[in-house]
């Protein structure tokens, strides 16, 4: 077997598993959204969405990034074989997060009125910011634990804990709302975070212990100030995607009402969901072991095209599929009420494409450990949306955002193919190249006839389906599942 069919079954056996957990997490998503529509209605959604950013957008800040950089300490450490790297890696995380959480939380309580006024628009919210306060605690300590479970490579552990986790915080919160409605709306959220504190306390109890070693206290400085020195950055890169994403809700609810955010919530929601099986395969195991190999460049490059080829198959025809389908989608997942998110969704479909094709290229900086490169590249993609959406939301509507999303990944994609080529020499293949063209027209002609004709839905049905059989006889030429399948009768 050559290493180029091994590398491809590694990453399609890593898709499958996070794919399978993602579809599970799918098919509970439409139970959830479904019944949240019809329990809260779209300013019901709105608020959902505004509540859930503020609380996104503080843990992103108290978390300092040391969750991403985290995972690629603890992968560096296991691709040297290094036990008292591992272990003062380990250590430093539980005290530095434990740190952060409980910080973070403070913070937020002690704010909870100024947040209150400023983000959601009246005192009347400051109990429940107050409540955030404990997410947020719940939030930071869960990415801890995540960091860890994925650093060491466990798949399997990762997409169990998604799917018991969407299990248990669906039944749970939707148990809650339907019983006592809105008064339960801090219960429904903070559900989430903390069933994935308990679940990934548990799953990481299940790892394998480090070899006991003398960890004093200069160590663990010496690991948190790399943290902090390569942290940073990712944090506030991270930031400035969630203040962006908040201030978005917040202006689209000023302007245009609390229903309009619901319905640009639907549309985030979905776009976000159901990509979730690609970029989580990317997360889960290309990352880590693009860290391992990142110093060589032909292996690093060879890499990045194989994950961008697969995901590419593996997304391709459900992109087809949704731009055509979005009014069915919308109103399966939420009602007739969500309309408005119909376009919204569609436009950011092409940027979920672009999306999906210059990820594999960005890890390349983070594997790299490029903190302030990073910093940039993310912040200005997300400064372009929201001066599009800060400009033209009172011209154009709710539509903006979704052509705002778009626009920033049509300026990040150039860009980041430009750096991973001076860190690593990086080229697409001709492949890669022409499977992107064919895709991208595709989906831009699936969009022109559903705006314009009536042939929308038809022709998405049927370039879907013509599209995934063509991936799925080049996944199994990809990974010599013919030949296998013949020497074994």
């Known amino acids: 077997m050559t290493d180029k069919v091994s590398s491809y079954r590694r990453i399609l056996k890593t898709s499958s598993i996070t794919g399978g957990s993602s579809v599970i997490n799918i098919l509970i998503s439409v139970l959830r959204t479904k019944v949240l529509a019809i329990l809260l209605g779209p300013s019901g959604i709105g608020l959902v969405g505004l509540y859930t950013g503020l609380m996104s957008t503080a843990t992103t800040i108290a978390s300092l990034g040391i969750g991403t950089i985290g995972t690629r300490q603890i992968a560096e450490a296991i691709g040297k074989q290094d036990d008292n790297a591992l272990a003062i890696v380990r250590r430093a995380m539980f005290w530095g997060m434990l740190m952060l959480a409980t910080t973070g939380a403070l913070v937020v309580w002690s704010l909870r009125e100024i947040l209150a006024v400023r983000v959601l628009g009246g005192v009347e919210h400051t109990q429940m910011v107050g409540w955030l306060a404990l997410g947020v605690a719940f939030s930071v300590a869960s990415a801890s634990q995540g960091a860890l479970i994925q650093g060491m490579r466990r798949i399997g552990d990762m997409a169990k804990l998604s799917v018991y986790g969407a299990i248990l915080n669906t039944v749970l919160g939707i148990g809650l709302l339907w019983q006592w409605g809105g008064v339960a709306l801090w219960a429904f959220i903070l559900i989430g975070p903390l069933f994935n504190f308990l679940l990934g306390h548990l799953y990481v109890s299940k790892l394998p212990k480090t070899k006991a070693v003398d960890i004093s206290l200069q160590d663990l400085l010496a690991q948190w100030k790399i943290f902090l020195q390569l942290g940073l950055p990712f944090m506030a890169a991270g930031l400035m995607q969630t203040v962006v994403q908040l201030w978005i809700r917040v202006s689209v609810s000023n302007q245009l009402g609390l229903e309009a955010v619901g319905h640009f919530q639907a549309a985030w929601a979905i776009s976000m969901q159901y990509i979730g099986f690609v970029l989580g395969a990317m997360g889960a195991d290309y990352y880590p072991r693009l860290t ?9 490059s ?71 490169t990073f910093f940039w590249t993310d912040t200005m993609g997300f400064l372009l949306m929201g001066c599009l959406v800060a400009v033209l939301l009172p011209s154009m509507g709710l539509q903006i955002t979704g052509i705002a999303f778009l626009a920033c990944y049509v300026y990040y994609l150039p860009l980041v193919y430009f750096l991973a080529w001076r860190r690593i020499q990086f080229m697409w293949t001709s492949a890669v190249f022409w499977l992107l063209v064919v895709t991208l027209t595709l989906c831009v002609a699936v969009l022109l006839l559903s705006t314009n004709t009536e042939w929308g839905i038809p022709a998405a049905i049927g370039l879907s389906v013509g599209f995934g059989c063509f991936a799925v006889a080049r996944l199994i030429k990809m990974v010599n599942l013919g030949r296998r399948l013949r020497l074994g009768n």
Not at 292 to 300: F, L, M, R, Y
Not at 332 to 346: E, K
Not at 352 to 360: F, G
Request: a neutral charge.
């Open 292 to 300: 391992g190999i990142i110093h060589d460049k032909v292996a690093a």
């Open 302 to 372: 060879r890499l990045v095209n194989e994950q961008t080829e697969i995901a590419l198959l593996l997304s391709a025809p459900i992109f087809i599929a949704m731009i055509g389908l979005a009014p069915w989608i919308v109103n399966l997942l939420y009602s007739s009420a969500f309309s408005p998110a119909i376009d919204v969704l569609r436009w950011q479909i092409l940027g979920d494409l672009l999306k999906v094709v210059s990820w594999p290229m960005g890890f390349v900086i983070l594997a790299a450990g490029a903190g302030k």
